[in-house]
């Protein structure tokens, strides 16, 4: 570990892992093809897709069908384990552990099939074929089956210590679980449910035959996720031999500006997953890493920043119309950038609508300004001040 002497590394040999509208193809200029994170000057590296990536924004609101549909599979649920606590009542010893066993297949065989499921929406939508809302419910109802399944294993579990000559454990079970249950779609699911009272998020999504990512700015905060298909391998033997030291070296190997300014460093591992989990606050947010065993590389990176912290570099041009004068502060590695509007000569702040390619993603506040994340490296900026307009192509 680098330049440990501020850094409180708290090393946690914890098993469990608790531990629209536009469309914006990105040109294929803009993709990077690598399995590592690429590289960022003066903020955490960003782990990218490899391939042809389709880039698009979404306003998520409340969505009956998929919030009935979520129902169904949590009633699946209820009756797996209805039917466990049930049948364990007057079974032999026998009959309980067969009982228990099957039902751990069932629930595995859930899992397993919410991981095709996910795949197979995401490369079909990276091909065209599946729909951004179609996308949208798939993230949903797998973050909500998540949960249920997280919770039945749970129950399955605490029931298999009152049989005797059973010992099941379902930690590599959740350490899948939890890369489902990600930030962002804790907030799609909330808006999908109609119970996010801070409005319809706009999620900038990016999928790849090799993965995707999700990114949406919360507050004063940008977070950002993104998951890499190709950098998981359960088949292969684990190259770190189960040593979250190795994990936590190959992480600071990947995020050298997170791990030479740590303020907390926490680690735990899965063995039934190969999955190592690592996570680091720092000084512009926080850091959460799956490692794969099989591949060494990063599985899903997830990152929670503040804007405030970020490093950032005025666009050289501004644009003048209508009396409006519009600038556009940029950060790295393809980040959000700060739209602010003022009076052409006054410089006065002005209350103003921006969309980007097209997608309007909110308003101008005291300052003038607005966070706003472009899908792609080019894009579009539209400023609209009560009828009063001005325009920006960044490229």
């Known amino acids: 570990m680098k330049n440990a002497a501020p850094v409180l590394f708290a090393l946690l040999l914890c098993i469990s892992l608790p531990a629209m509208t536009v469309v914006a193809s990105e040109p294929a200029g803009d993709v990077r ?10 903020t955490p590296n960003r782990l990218a897709l490899e391939g042809e990536v389709r880039a698009e924004y979404r ?56 991981e095709q499921r996910e795949q197979a929406a995401v490369e079909g939508h990276a091909a065209g074929n599946v729909s951004d809302a179609e996308l949208m419910q798939t993230l949903f109802a797998n973050y909500a089956e998540a949960e249920q399944l997280s919770s039945a294993f749970d129950d399955l579990e605490a029931a298999s210590t009152t049989v005797s000559g059973v010992s099941i454990s379902t930690q590599g079970e959740q350490a899948v679980l939890d890369t489902y249950r990600t930030p962002v779609r804790e907030r799609l699911e909330a808006a999908i449910r109609g119970d996010d009272r801070r409005g319809s998020p706009v999620i900038v999504h990016r999928t790849a035959e090799t993965g995707y990512s999700l990114s949406m700015i919360d507050g004063e905060r940008y977070t950002s996720e993104t998951t890499r298909f190709d950098n998981r391998n359960t088949s292969a033997t684990d190259q770190f031999e189960g040593s979250i030291s190795g994990a936590h070296d190959r992480a600071a190997e990947h995020y050298p500006w997170v791990f030479d300014r740590p303020s907390s460093t926490t680690a735990g591992m899965s063995a039934p997953a190969q999955l ?43 644009w003048i119309d209508d009396g409006l004068e519009l600038s556009i502060n940029e950060t790295p590695a393809n980040g959000p950038v700060e739209v602010t509007v003022t009076e052409d000569g006054s410089g006065e702040p002005v209350d103003a609508t921006v969309s980007v390619d097209g997608h309007e993603m909110g308003e101008t506040g005291p300052g003038g300004s607005l966070w706003v994340i472009p899908a792609a490296e080019s894009y579009e900026i539209d400023v609209d001040a009560d009828g009063r307009t001005v325009n920006a192509t960044v490229e």
């Open 276 to 318: 190592y989990h690592i996570q680091v606050a720092h000084t512009q947010g926080d850091l959460r890493l799956y490692l794969d065993g099989g591949t060494t590389e990063v599985y899903q990176e997830r990152h929670h920043l503040r804007l405030a912290e970020l490093p950032s570099e005025p666009v050289e041009e501004t």
């Open 33 to 42: 093809s690598q399995s590592a994170p690429v590289d960022a000057e003066e």
């Open 59 to 114: 306003n998520t609101g409340p969505d009956l069908g998929a919030t009935l549909a979520s129902t169904d599979d949590a009633l699946r649920t209820d009756r797996e384990l209805y039917a466990l606590e049930a049948g364990l009542e007057d079974a032999t010893a026998d009959e309980q552990r067969e009982l228990l066993e099957t039902t751990h297949d069932r629930l595995a065989e859930r899992l397993e099939a919410l």
